[in-house]
T-cell receptor, first 117, second 115 residues
Framework: AQKITQTQPGMFVQEKEAVTLDCTYDTSDQSYGLFWYKQPSSGEMIFLIYQGSYDEQNATEGRYSLNFQKARKSANLVISASQLGDSAMYFCAMREGENSSASKIIFGSGTRLSIRP | DSGVTQTPKHLITATGQRVTLRCSPRSGDLSVYWYQQSLDQGLQFLIQYYNGEERAKGNILERFSAQQFPDLHSELNLSSLELGDSALYFC??????????????FGPGTRLTVL
């Protein structure tokens, strides 16, 4: 069965430092997509980054990068030069299948990131 | 602003009642997803519609049902409500085309409180 595991319930990081949020997944599908979302205290869900299972290069979006290690089934989110506004809950998610017209998506339990000034 | 709208923002009701949550996807998006976020269960995928048809089902209770209308807006119906149904219900939409990155845009959510 597909599963997403985020082992860090909470993290504290000093402002301007880089931070890595861990995510491991389990699936028997060959084709899948991995996502990271940010949920600030206001409650909205904000898309950060996407990695497809067949993408050979790690995804990057500004200060966000996804460290994709397919053999280890891990998809860690790296935030460079953290800012106070990065304090939020972060969710890793997986969609099985590349055909997004029929997609079941599962989320991890989340990591609460707190940035210290 | 993601372009996805959800109404109402807050809903307070009693056990045993029935409620309807409404979602309008971003213009041009064909897929609509419903999620439930509660403290004990985390973020759970409920169901997905694509261009009016149900395409994927997650942990949706039999007391819950959804549909997507020809104008692509969607409604989530929750009946025989229980205290444990209190949660934040998100709707998300995506273009829905096959292949490639498929970012989902989330609405602001409807907070349901069952008393």
């Amino acid at each position: 069965a597909q599963k997403i595991t985020q082992t860090q319930p909470g993290m504290f990081v000093q402002e301007k430092e880089a931070v890595t949020l861990d995510c491991t997944y389990d699936t028997s599908d060959q084709s899948y997509g991995l996502f990271w979302y940010k949920q600030p205290s206001s409650g909205e869900m904000i898309f950060l980054i996407y990695q497809g299972s067949y993408d050979e290069q790690n995804a990057t979006e500004g200060r966000y990068s996804l460290n994709f290690q397919k053999a280890r089934k891990s998809a860690n989110l790296v935030i460079s030069a953290s800012q106070l506004g990065d304090s939020a809950m972060y969710f890793c998610a997986m969609r099985e299948g590349e055909n997004s017209s029929a997609s079941k998506i599962i989320f991890g339990s989340g990591t609460r990131l707190s940035i210290r000034p | 602003d993601s372009g996805v709208t959800q109404t109402p923002k807050h809903l307070i009701t009693a056990t045993g009642q029935r409620v309807t949550l409404r979602c309008s996807p971003r213009s041009g998006d064909l897929s609509v997803y419903w999620y439930q976020q509660s403290l004990d269960q985390g973020l759970q995928f409920l169901i997905q519609y694509y261009n009016g048809e149900e395409r994927a089902k997650g942990n949706i209770l039999e007391r819950f049902s959804a549909q997507q209308f020809p104008d692509l807006h969607s409604e989530l119906n929750l009946s025989s409500l229980e205290l444990g149904d209190s949660a934040l219900y998100f709707c998300a939409s995506s273009v829905g085309s096959s292949g490639g990155a498929e970012e989902q845009f989330f609405g602001p959510g409807t907070r349901l409180t069952v008393l």
